[in-house]
């Protein structure tokens, strides 16, 4: 296990992190309390020190058993948790990203962890109702008092982002410094806005659904059974085509599907950190082995070839007119990606 710095900060943290929505049965696919605890001693045994949990996951279950494996050893850990999804039904302030809410989803969270502070605290979806100042100013009142360290964003659109951690640099207030998305080779949107506003404002992605949902595990064209999210019959083949080249791809190499797709989302750019989430210690441990996974040339290029999407407007179109609108092609130009 390596270690990156988190974006725009000096916080150390694991090359992957590991995802807890899976410690708790309450939704009906998750780990028992003991085969929770196996997982995270595998991940820690790993080298892994980044550990991503929710209020919301399991209805609060995660985070109570995340707190009580992390005690004997609670400055080792890089605690990530979140807030914003609703957590009592019928109060119309028990959810959202005012400032009610984040202060009694902290309180909450750091009551059901067992800890003082929290490390990295995310907004977890953007309410549309909430203004940026608010949500700016109440995050970085926590990391004044001490009760959160740094904070990040998760699920939101671009130009929210951008406008929240452009408002904070000129306030002098505690800017994102990671964003969270879905990103797979099955799901690549967040290439249009997302990926490159991250770049640019210097800040860690920690991509969920690297496997897209299991599948690019393979799995489904096994015809393996078992408890699931994502129904076979739903699979279009777009992403019944990806998975067979992703599983090609992995004999090649002779290793599983389920690496070759952290490996190449590892491989896009060294600001990611994806977030391994495993019903089962056995699972993590084979999937901490991507770790060991590179991708050569060919591999990444048959890979785009499989799943690339198009980007759309303004980005094509800018792709495709600005060498003879600009004479690009005389232009030594460093800033280019």
Not at 110 to 137: A, C, S
Not at 177 to 188: C, E, G
């Amino acid at each position: 296990m390596r270690y990156k710095l988190l974006g725009k900060s000096g916080l150390r943290v694991s090359e992957v992190a590991l995802g807890t929505m899976t410690f708790g049965e309450e939704w009906g696919w998750g780990a028992s309390k003991e085969e929770s605890q196996r997982i995270f001693d595998t991940y820690v045994e790993a080298g892994g020190n980044f550990v991503d949990t929710a209020n919301r996951y399991t209805t609060g279950t995660s985070e109570r058993y995340l707190g009580e494996f992390i005690r004997p050893d609670r400055e080792r850990f890089v605690l990530a948790t979140k807030y914003s999804l609703s957590m009592r039904e019928g109060d119309p302030n028990a959810g959202g990203n005012h400032r009610k809410n984040m202060v009694q989803s902290v309180e909450a969270s750091l009551k059901r962890l067992g800890t003082e502070y929290i490390d990295l605290f995310w907004l977890h979806m953007w309410d549309n109702m909430t203004p940026v100042e608010e949500v700016m100013r109440g995050l970085d009142d926590l990391v004044r008092a001490g009760k959160v360290l740094y904070v990040g964003i998760s699920d939101t659109p671009a130009w929210i982002v951008s406008q929240a951690n452009t408002m904070a640099d000129l306030r002098g207030w505690s800017r994102f410094v990671a964003l969270q998305v879905p990103y797979s080779l099955a799901q690549r949107e967040v290439e249009r806005d997302l990926l490159p506003m991250a770049k640019a404002f210097d800040m860690a992605v920690t991509p969920w659904g690297v496997l897209g949902a299991g599948v690019l595990t393979g799995k489904f064209q096994k015809g393996e059974t078992g408890p699931t999210r994502v129904k076979p019959e739903s699979i279009d083949a777009r992403r019944q085509a990806i998975a067979a080249e992703v599983t090609a791809v992995a004999e090649e190499l002779g290793t599983t599907p389920a690496r070759v797709a952290i490996a190449w989302a590892r491989q896009q750019s060294n600001q990611i950190i994806p977030i391994l989430g495993a019903r089962s210690a056995t699972q993590l441990a084979d999937n901490l082995g991507a770790l060991a996974v590179t991708l050569a040339p060919e591999h990444l290029e048959r890979l785009d070839q499989v799943s690339k999407i198009e980007l759309g407007f303004p980005h094509d179109f800018m792709a495709k007119n600005r060498e003879w609108a600009f004479l690009h092609s005389k232009i030594d130009n460093h800033r280019r990606s």
